[in-house]
């Protein structure tokens, strides 16, 4: 079936550090694939989204590419700020379906220090 | 904006208790979802519905049952509420149209003593 791993957290950056957040996926159909951001006391909110190979998808500076031949779609970011701290989600969905489920991956705790 | 709300941010309820969550949506969308979200397990769901009165089991059903009388409301019932349902429940909507993106509630945290 459908499924999405991440890695584990918790990463602790230094403000300004390089973020990649590894995400790989399987799936049966072809898949559309997001990031999700929940910052703390909050409800998750889109971050970036991709809906085929070699898309990529970019928000708040945070950047991932849609890779079919790995499976992947890493989260990474240039300079991590302070305001970055939050738990990141990967997750994606069959097109295919109207039911619109997502499958998500466990979550990475981030944690930017100044 | 598209808003998702959910009828309290913190319950604290007794074991054996029935215990209701609620969730309104007001974007007109069609599939609605709850979550639960455990530290370490990420988010497991437990229900959905893509239509009025229509409901499927999500991963995590047992304990939990669904309705969904109007389109906008989607209710999360805790027929006789257990220590080990004491979580974090979010609620999320979404258009069939929009490639399936969700949108979610602020969350609800439940404890059950």
């Known amino acids: 079936g459908d499924s999405v791993t991440q890695m584990e957290g918790p990463v602790t950056l230094s403000e300004e550090a390089f973020l990649t957040i590894n995400c790989t996926y399987t799936?049966?159909?072809?898949?559309?694939l997001f990031w999700y951001v929940q910052y703390p006391g909050e409800g998750l909110q889109l971050l970036l989204k991709a809906t085929k190979a070699d898309d990529k998808g970019s928000n708040k500076g945070f950047e991932a590419t849609y890779r079919k031949e790995t499976t992947s779609f890493h989260l990474e970011k240039g300079s991590v700020q302070v305001s970055d701290s939050a738990v990141y989600f990967c997750?994606?969905?069959?097109?295919?379906?109207?039911?619109?489920?997502?499958?998500f991956g466990r979550g990475t705790q981030l944690t930017v220090w100044p | 904006d598209v808003k998702v709300t959910q009828s309290s941010r913190y319950l604290v309820k007794r074991t054996g208790e029935k215990v209701f969550l609620e969730c309104v949506q007001d974007?007109?969308?069609?599939?609605m979802f709850w979550y639960r979200q455990d530290p370490g397990l990420g988010l497991r769901l437990i229900y959905f519905s893509y239509d009025v009165k229509m409901k499927e089991k999500g991963d995590i059903p047992e304990g939990y049952s669904v309705s969904r009388e109007k389109k906008e409301r989607f209710s999360l019932i805790l027929e006789s509420a257990s220590t080990n349902q004491t979580s974090m429940y979010l609620c999320?909507?979404?258009?069939?149209?929009?490639?399936?993106?969700?949108?979610f509630g602020p969350g609800t945290r439940l404890t059950v003593t």
């Open positions: 999320a909507s979404s258009p069939v149209r929009n490639l399936n993106e969700q949108y």
């Open positions: 974007m007109d969308h069609e599939n």
């Open positions: 799936a049966t159909g072809y898949p559309s």
């Open positions: 997750a994606l969905s069959d097109r295919g379906s109207t039911l619109g489920r997502l499958y």
